[in-house]
């Protein structure tokens, strides 16, 4: 099947050391970002298979995790996006999946689970 590039946009720099020790190995190859700005250009510089992003990427309540989404949606439409979030509602939920989201889940998440999920994701 082949390894599967993941993006992990999240602004806790610890949760992304971590996720990315969780997920990293033969099947997956994990890149981190941090902020809005590095998440966008490393999607508009290579194609990922999954971008998971968390919805808020600063201490204001905003939903960069929803542009993101959005930005995929119109220049990378086959990558799947999943959200995360620990300040998720129903009508966010909503959102996200009339969107395009292929996944909304909340914190805390296993980092097991979320593996699981891209190793064993059909397709691309």
Known sequence: MG???VL???DEGTFLMAIKRILDGPELAVETAEN????IALINERDF????TDLRLTDVINTEGLDILKHIREHRP???VIILTGY???RIMEEAYSMGASLYLEKPV???LLR???VNSGGT
């Open 3 to 5: 390894e599967k590039s």
């Open 8 to 10: 992990v946009v999240d």
């Open 36 to 39: 809005f700005n590095d998440a």
């Open 49 to 52: 298979n999954f971008v998971i």
């Open 78 to 80: 086959g990558t799947k």
């Open 88 to 90: 998720g509602n129903t």
């Open 110 to 112: 296993s980092g097991n």
């Open 116 to 118: 699981s999920i891209l």
